[in-house]
């Protein structure tokens, strides 16, 4: 029996209609399934943890090249037909799905920083990003500055050691927009690569950061990807004709990895450390679910948005601020109609004045630290996902301790207002009680 990796099927050709720009819609159902009587109309799920070769000569170039099957923890058929996916929705060279999206970042990071190198980022980037930064990367001798989100602020940080700078497309919790297209040519004046989070701008439905000048994309597929808060999963996908020359993890040796990588370079790096090295491996079963949460994602995410607009548009009124990009009040909402499409995405943020009597009435929305689920969730991120930023980093980030951060689900919407509004008049209830008795 043939190893996988010589049967050209699993991952079909694309065909000339395949090859025209089709909708986003007909990607996310039809990408990454072969054309085939041998294969079903789906994703089969193939638990395999070894893949068989037919001679010594076979197993030695696969492992040689890094191409086809040999072990699962490097490769999988089911994981390789949702990276095909991913691939078409986001417009890249290449995806390597992993374990988590803090695995995505995790290994973005690793595959073009080395001891000595810096790392510029924005500081509203999401907890968990913040704590690789400044956590762990210190431990490997890779420092990072944490700056404001705008082109003047990252020019400023950027030092002859930098390789990386990082935004995210909206940014969690506070919905600000990097000016993509500005940060990627002083990225590039610099020698450094761009690599954007765009996990709430779905996988390349509401913003393709690759069209703006971006090297690398991290996901979350957790999040709209799944879009049912059941599987964790990521992604990390690099444009085609990346420029690694300026990047001495690339350059050094004889020969350079450069050398005997060439153009796929940084893709084969990415694969190297995030899935061979680490192994922070996606399970089949984990890529298949996903595969299908894409299938859906443009009717979830679009209506989530529509249904986060118009909540943010009600709340902007009667409570101190809200924080969203599609609000005509927002700092932000100038960028965010240059770089979104079909929506200013699903969450928004909100300050109340007690932000624990407000959650604990909510009677429909749920506490929990998730965003891109179908249900809305509502969490304090002070207290749970900035937690262990300090408190200057919590305010840098744009958290304060009155705020809230809600992700919009498919409920309807009068439902969603009715249930904040209840809320909202008992805490107002609360606060007039309590100023009347002093």
């Known amino acids: 029996m043939k190893s996988p990796s010589s049967t050209p099927t699993l991952i079909p050709e694309p065909s000339k209609l395949e090859q025209a720009e089709q909708g986003y819609s007909t990607k996310a159902v039809q990408s990454g399934i072969p054309r085939t009587s041998q294969h079903g109309v789906g994703f089969a799920v193939q638990n395999m943890v070894a893949f068989q070769f037919e001679t010594l000569e076979e197993g030695a170039e696969v492992f040689a090249s890094g191409d086809g099957y040999s072990y699962a923890r490097v490769q999988n058929p089911t994981v ?65 500055s944490l700056v404001e989100n705008t082109a003047e602020a990252v020019q400023a940080a950027m030092t002859p050691d930098t ?92 020969p350079s990895l450069l050398e005997q990588r060439g153009e796929g370079a940084l893709a084969w790096k990415l694969r190297s450390i995030g899935a061979q090295q680490i192994g922070m491996t996606l399970s089949p079963q984990s890529a298949a679910s996903f595969a299908l949460g894409v299938e859906t994602l443009e009717l979830r995410l679009t209506r989530e948005s529509a249904s986060a607009l118009e909540l943010a548009q009600w709340l902007e009124p009667r409570v101190s601020r809200v924080l969203y990009a599609g609000l005509h009040s927002s700092k932000w909402h100038t960028l965010a109609q240059k770089y979104l499409q079909g929506g200013f995405g699903s969450v928004l943020s909100f300050e109340v004045d007690d932000p624990s009597s407000f959650l604990s009435r909510l009677q429909l929305v749920r506490i929990a630290p998730n965003i891109g689920d179908t249900r809305t969730l509502a969490i304090h991120p002070w207290s749970t996902t900035h937690s262990r930023l300090s408190e200057a980093g919590k305010y840098q980030s744009g958290v304060t301790p009155q705020l809230i951060r809600l ?32």
């Open 80 to 144: 390789k037909a949702l990276e095909a996916r991913l691939t078409a929705l986001e417009g890249a060279g290449a995806t390597v799905a992993l374990a988590s999206g803090q695995a995505a970042s995790f290994t973005a990071m690793l595959s073009t920083c080395r001891v000595g190198d810096h790392i510029v980022a924005s500081s509203s980037v999401f907890g968990g990003t913040s704590g690789l930064l400044n956590n762990v990367l210190p431990n490997l001798g890779i420092r990072s």
């Open 163 to 254: 390789r990386l700078v990082w935004v995210e497309t909206l940014g969690n919790p506070v919905c600000d927009v990097p000016d993509l297209e500005r940060v990627a040519q002083i990225a590039h004046a610099h020698g450094a690569l761009l690599c954007v989070d765009n996990t709430w701008a779905g996988i390349g439905l509401l913003c393709r950061p690759f069209e703006y000048g971006a090297d690398l994309i991290v996901h979350s597929l957790t999040k709209w990807a799944g879009g049912q808060g059941t599987v964790l999963g990521g992604a990390v996908m690099v444009r085609d004709g990346v420029d690694v020359s300026s990047l001495p993890m690339f350059t050094l040796g004889s």
């Open 407 to 438: 992700s919009v689900g498919l409920e309807r919407v009068s439902d969603l207002l009715e249930d904040l509004s209840q809320a909202l008049e008992q805490v107002k209830g609360l606060i007039e009680m309590g100023s009347a008795r002093v």
